[in-house]
């Protein structure tokens, strides 16, 4: 927020609690609050005096910028936490094949002709035996 915003925020404030503003004022109040954008600064001025009667200091409206952006952040991380731990909808899964009895029993035959090594390729391992792979068909 630059020190014009901060100039219009304490003007808002002072149609509530009829404040003097000065320049000092305003120079003071941008020290703590600039980093903050004057959006964040009028949601927060407004709950201010929504739910407080206390004399509006900057540290208060920092505090409830502050709780905003964490909030913020929060449900962001929970967005997250949710595309990354929920399954896919299962409209996007497309369920078993329709050789899905076959492709059992390929598998059963190769692993039953002994020639089937840990970690080699089962397409490898079948055609060497020779078996032809099934590719999974869906309707």
């Known amino acids: 927020m630059d020190r014009q915003e901060i100039a219009k925020l304490l003007t808002q404030a002072s149609l509530v609690d009829n404040r003097r503003?000065?320049?000092?004022?305003?120079?003071?109040?941008?020290r703590i609050l600039?980093?903050?954008?004057?959006?964040?600064?009028?949601?927060a001025?407004?709950?201010?005096?929504?739910?407080?009667?206390?004399?509006?200091?900057p540290r208060h409206l920092f505090a409830l910028v502050k709780?905003?952006?964490?909030?913020?952040?929060?449900?962001?991380?929970?967005k997250q936490l949710d595309a990354a731990y929920n399954s896919k909808p299962v409209s996007e899964y497309p369920g078993k094949p329709d050789n899905l009895d076959e492709m059992v029993d390929f598998y059963r035959k190769l692993a039953a002709s002994g020639d089937w090594h840990h970690g080699e390729d089962a397409d490898e391992a079948a055609r060497r035996v020779g078996l032809n792979p099934p590719s999974a068909r869906w309707s």
């Open 21 to 30: 503003i000065t320049e000092a004022h305003v120079e003071q109040w941008w």
């Open 67 to 78: 709780r905003e952006r964490e909030a913020h952040a929060e449900a962001a991380h929970a």
């Open 45 to 57: 001025l407004v709950e201010h005096f929504k739910t407080s009667s206390d004399y509006l200091q």
């Open 34 to 43: 600039n980093s903050c954008t004057f959006e964040e600064g009028e949601r």
